[in-house]
């Protein structure tokens, strides 16, 4: 009896760490899927993991103080600065009346998005593959 009950105990202790895996198999892809990539990634592609335009998800790191606005471009708060989270990237461009310009825009490391992605999760912000939903 003791033998079936240990067999039987070992049985579920197995289920559960199956179990555990399962749960943190999503989790663990995700976080291999960031640190995989190489430089920096714009707002918009990190916005669509969680189903939001960048737009939308820059308002969502104004709204919880991760950044703020200056003009038209987006900037870590004091806190945040100095951790290696962005970079800004100058590119050129040319006005609709053929005047050549520079614009810069602020892109988001691998580090950074690990950041973003920790942060959102303490605030049970998901991203869409933890949610069991698929990228739009």
């Given amino acids: ?13 197995a289920a559960g760490y199956k ?12 976080t291999d899927r960031i640190l995989a990539s190489k430089g920096t ?3 918009t592609a990190i916005a ?17 103080g991760v950044i703020y606005r200056i ?3 987006w900037f870590l708060y004091a806190k945040y600065q100095a951790k290696g ?3 800004s990237k100058t590119f050129d461009f040319y006005h ?6 520079t614009k810069m825009q602020t892109e988001w490391t691998q580090k950074g998005r690990l ?6 999760k303490a605030k049970n912000v998901l991203p869409m593959i933890e949610r069991g939903e698929e990228a739009v």
């Fill in 85 to 87: 989270y962005t970079h």
């Fill in 115 to 120: 950041f973003l992605y920790e942060f959102l």
């Fill in 48 to 64: 669509k993991d969680y189903g939001m335009s960048a737009a939308a998800f820059n308002r969502l790191l104004h709204g919880y």
């Fill in 41 to 43: 990634v714009p707002i």
């Fill in 1 to 13: 009896k003791e033998n079936a009950a240990a067999r039987k105990n070992g049985e579920l202790e």
């Fill in 71 to 73: 003009g038209k471009q």
């Fill in 96 to 101: 609709s009346d053929g005047r050549p310009d």
């Fill in 19 to 30: 179990q555990m895996f399962n749960e943190l198999k999503p989790k663990a892809d995700y």
